[in-house]
T-cell receptor
Framework: NAGVTQTPKFRILKIGQSMTLQCTQD?????MYWYRQDPGMGLKLIYY???????DKGEVPNGYNVSRSTTEDFPLRLELAAPSQTSVYFC??????????????FGPGTRLTVL | KNQVEQSPQSLIILEGKNCTLQ??????????LRWYKQDTGRGPVSLTI?????NTKSNGRYTATLDADTKQSSLHITASQLSDSASYIC???????????FGAGTRLFVKA
C-alpha cells in the first residue's frame, strides 16, 4: 500500500513551458486534492475532485487544469508556466470530504521552480 | 474573514523538554480542527482531529486541546525527541466541509 505518490519530485521550468504533475493513490479514495505551499504560508487548495469525472475549483485555480478519469489518478496541468507558480505542490486524498472528520493523506510533494 | 493564526513562527527547544504550540482561528461556523506534522521535504501527516464537542485528544506524546468558545487550540509535546523537529500545522474546517483553512505552521527545532 503505497498511499499517495507524486511525480516528479523536483522540476525546473522555463517561463511559458507546460507540464503535468502526476498523482496516484491506491486507497480507493473518492476525494482527491491539489494544494500549493508557499514559504511562510498555509497550504492553498487549487482543485479538488469528489470522484472520477468530477472536478471543481479551489481557492487558487488560475493557471492550472485538472482531470479525473479514474479513481486512482488526479493529474495537475500547468499550461503556461509563470514565476508565480514556483511552489511546492501537494496531492492529497481522503475517503470522505476532508472538511469533515475524514483524514487526508498527503503525497511527498513536487518542488517546482519556474525561471 | 476566515483565518488560522499560529504562534510562535518557530521554536527551538532542548531534547527532553516540553513545549506548547498555539493556534487561533476565526473560521465559522466551526466543524473540526486538525493538527498535522510535516517533516522537511515531506507531506503533512495527521496527528489529531477534534470536533466541536471534544476539548482534548492525545496521540502518544502529542496532546491537542480545543476551546471552541475562545476559538483557540494548542498542541503540547511532552519529552521532546530529535525526531519531533518538523513543522506543525493547524487546520480548521467549517460545518459545510468545503472551507478548510491551513495555518502557516510552527517550525520546531529540537536540539540535542
Amino acid at each position: 500500500n503505497a498511499g499517495v505518490t507524486q511525480t516528479p519530485k523536483f522540476r525546473i521550468l522555463k517561463i511559458g513551458q507546460s507540464m503535468t504533475l502526476q498523482c496516484t493513490q491506491d486507497m480507493n479514495h473518492n476525494y482527491m486534492y491539489w494544494y500549493r505551499q508557499d514559504p511562510g504560508m498555509g497550504l492553498k487548495l487549487i482543485y479538488y475532485s469528489v470522484g472520477a469525472g468530477i472536478t471543481d475549483k479551489g481557492e487558487v485555480p488560475n493557471g492550472y487544469n485538472v482531470s479525473r478519469s479514474t479513481t486512482e489518478d488526479f493529474p495537475l496541468r500547468l499550461e503556461l508556466a509563470a514565476p508565480s507558480q514556483t511552489s511546492v505542490y501537494f496531492c492529497a486524498s481522503s475517503h470522505g470530504l476532508a472538511g469533515g472528520i475524514n483524514e487526508q493523506f498527503f503525497g511527498p510533494g513536487t518542488r517546482l521552480t519556474v525561471l | 474573514k476566515n483565518q488560522v493564526e499560529q504562534s510562535p513562527q518557530s521554536l527551538i527547544i532542548l531534547e527532553g523538554k516540553n513545549c506548547t504550540l498555539q493556534c487561533n482561528y476565526t473560521v465559522s461556523p466551526f466543524s473540526n480542527l486538525r493538527w498535522y506534522k510535516q517533516d522537511t521535504g515531506r507531506g503533512p501527516v495527521s496527528l489529531t482531529i477534534m470536533t466541536f464537542s471534544e476539548n482534548t485528544k492525545s496521540n502518544g506524546r502529542y496532546t491537542a486541546t480545543l476551546d471552541a468558545d475562545t476559538k483557540q487550540s494548542s498542541l503540547h509535546i511532552t519529552a521532546s525527541q530529535l525526531s519531533d523537529s518538523a513543522s506543525y500545522i493547524c487546520v480548521v474546517s467549517d460545518t459545510g466541509g468545503f472551507k478548510t483553512i491551513f495555518g502557516a505552521g510552527t517550525r520546531l527545532f529540537v536540539k540535542a
